[in-house]
């Protein structure tokens, strides 16, 4: 005796959905659709800190609140001289051009082992430092770093070229060093989405540096500038990067 036994088997997990299909006694027919699983979740802030220190040192420490283990530890270091190596355990994002003009300007991270409370900069010569440090969860990898040099104001931090993931923590920083003048840090310009998170100055016998640093978080891949207006700084060595997290 024949009859019709339909089947229909669905199997979905987080990263697709197998669908098996039974139309009749011998007819049998498979068809595999993958679809995409659930987007990766957004990154989020979870704290934001600053440092300037205008004591003459080689050493500059920036103290913040118990990191949570997996997430991005991100820093920005602006110098009056240059910073030879990350401190141990934590990376410096290395573009083709080092943004080192006299004034050293970096882009330093890690992924929290959780706990950590604050990171020690060590620059060539004993100066001021100015430095800001952000907590980002979601997000643990250098995607794309582009650094600049030799630009009078305003800095244009970027482009950072394509971002290869829809989610990502873009963060911007414009360095100056000058013996004459003191940069007014009017803001950003041309650069929607971005969000200040330091206008920052320090001194030692009368050679300057200014940090200033602006984060976006973005939900879409696409290539990403930040133009900082730091106007009135007299004669000065001006740098930019900008680096983006997935």
């Known amino acids: 005796m024949k009859y019709i036994l339909p089947l229909l088997l669905s199997v979905v997990c987080a990263f697709g959905q197998l669908e098996l299909k039974r139309k009749s006694i011998g007819d049998l027919a498979a068809a595999l659709t993958v679809t995409n699983g659930p987007s990766a979740p957004a990154p989020t802030e979870v704290q934001s800190k600053t440092y300037a220190s205008s004591a003459s040192s080689t050493t500059h420490t920036i103290n913040f609140s118990s990191a949570s283990a997996g997430n991005l530890l991100v820093v920005t270091v602006v110098g009056d001289d240059y910073m030879a190596s990350a401190p141990s355990g934590w990376t410096k994002c290395l573009p083709t051009q080092a943004a080192e003009d006299y004034t050293g300007t970096y882009v330093i991270y890690k992924v929290a082992a959780g706990g950590e409370t604050n990171v020690t900069a060590t620059i060539g010569s004993s100066t001021s430092c100015c430095l800001w440090m952000g907590e980002y969860s979601n997000v643990s990898t250098l995607d794309k770093v582009v650094g600049t040099i ?9 482009p950072s070229g394509t971002t290869t993931a829809a989610n990502a923590v873009v963060v911007a920083c414009a360095g100056v060093s000058t013996s004459s003048g003191t940069p007014t840090l009017v803001g950003w310009i041309t650069d929607t989405g971005f969000v200040g998170k330091a206008d920052l100055i320090a001194t030692v016998s009368g050679s300057l540096v200014a940090n200033k640093t602006a984060v976006r978080i973005v939900s879409s891949a696409g290539s990403y500038t930040a133009t900082a207006d730091m106007s009135g700084t ?4 001006n740098s930019g990067i900008i680096a983006a997290f997935k």
């Open 234 to 237: 007299g004669s000065s060595h």
């Open 150 to 158: 030799g630009q009078t104001d305003p800095i244009t931090c970027g």
